[in-house]
T-cell receptor, first 117, second 118 residues
Framework: GENVEQHPSTLSVQEGDSAVIKCTYS??????FPWYKQELGKGPQLIID?????GEKKDQRIAVTLNKTAKHFSLHITETQPEDSAVYFC????????????????FGQGTILTVHP | GAVVSQHPSWVICKSGTSVKIECRSL??????MFWYRQFPKQSLMLMAT?????????EQGVEKDKFLINHASLTLSTLTVTSAHPEDSSFYIC??????????????FGPGTRLTVL
C-alpha cells in the first residue's frame, strides 16, 4: 500500500517568513495530493490540493509543488502569520474507481507549525 | 460548501459501556463515508470505509465487532464503540465523499468527536 513520509515534524518560524513542508510517497499510481490544516481539537480542513496533471498550484499565500518523477510534493506558505500556527498534514490518494484503495487517503505524520509574532 | 457534522463533539463514558457517534453530511448526499481515529500528536489512521446499504470495509487490524458501523441513509453514518475501554480513548473523525463529484478521492471532514473512557 501507499506510504507517505512528511518532514519536518516541527517547524518554527518568525512572522513574515516562509514555511516549507515536504512529503514523499511510495505508490506511483497516486495522483491526488491534498494538504490539510488541523487546529487543536478540530477536524482537518483542506487548504490546497494538487493533481498529477499539474506541477504547481497557488492560492494566495499558499502553494503546492509536485514532482512525480521523484515522488515528492511540498507545501509553501509565504508571509506567515500567527494564525497559520497549526498541524499540517499531507496526504496521497489514487483516483481510481473500484479496488481496495478506492479513494482512500494515506496521511503523512504531520508537521506542527509555530509562527512567532 | 459541503459540510459534515459529528455528534457528540465529546463524550465521556465508563469502561464497558457502548458509545455511538454520528456523522452527517448536511447539504449533500454521501454514499461513502470514512471513519478515522487519531491519537494525541499522531496522524489520522483510517479505520473503515462506510457504504450506504452495504457492510463497511474495515482496515487491517481494526476489530469489526468492536467498532460497529451503520450507514443507513445517504446522509448518516454511525460508529458504535462497543464495550469501550480506556485504550479506545481517542479523537474519532469522519469524512464524506459527495455523490456525483468528478473525483472519487475528495473528502469533506467532520469536526471530530473526543472519546474519553474512564
Amino acid at each position: 500500500g501507499e506510504n507517505v513520509e512528511q518532514h519536518p515534524s516541527t517547524l518554527s518560524v518568525q512572522e513574515g517568513d516562509s514555511a516549507v513542508i515536504k512529503c514523499t510517497y511510495s505508490d506511483s499510481a497516486s495522483n491526488y495530493f491534498p494538504w490539510y490544516k488541523q487546529e487543536l481539537g478540530k477536524g482537518p480542513q483542506l487548504i490546497i490540493d494538487i493533481r498529477s496533471n499539474v506541477g504547481e498550484k497557488k492560492d494566495q499565500r499558499i502553494a503546492v509543488t509536485l514532482n512525480k518523477t521523484a515522488k515528492h510534493f511540498s507545501l509553501h506558505i509565504t508571509e506567515t502569520q500567527p494564525e497559520d500556527s497549526a498541524v499540517y498534514f499531507c496526504a496521497a490518494s489514487t483516483d481510481g474507481a473500484g479496488g481496495t484503495s478506492y479513494g482512500k487517503l494515506t496521511f503523512g505524520q504531520g508537521t506542527i507549525l509555530t509562527v512567532h509574532p | 460548501g459541503a459540510v459534515v457534522s459529528q455528534h457528540p463533539s465529546w463524550v465521556i463514558c465508563k469502561s464497558g459501556t457502548s458509545v455511538k457517534i454520528e456523522c452527517r453530511s448536511l447539504d449533500f448526499q454521501a454514499t461513502t463515508m470514512f471513519w478515522y481515529r487519531q491519537f494525541p500528536k499522531q496522524s489520522l489512521m483510517l479505520m473503515a470505509t462506510s457504504n450506504e446499504g452495504s457492510k463497511a470495509t474495515y482496515e487491517q487490524g481494526v476489530e469489526k465487532d468492536k467498532f460497529l458501523i451503520n450507514h443507513a441513509s445517504l446522509t448518516l453514518s454511525t460508529l458504535t464503540v462497543t464495550s469501550a475501554h480506556p485504550e479506545d480513548s481517542s479523537f474519532y473523525i469522519c469524512s464524506a465523499r459527495e455523490d456525483g463529484t468528478r473525483y472519487y478521492n475528495e473528502q469533506v471532514f467532520g469536526p471530530g468527536t473526543r472519546l474519553t473512557v474512564l
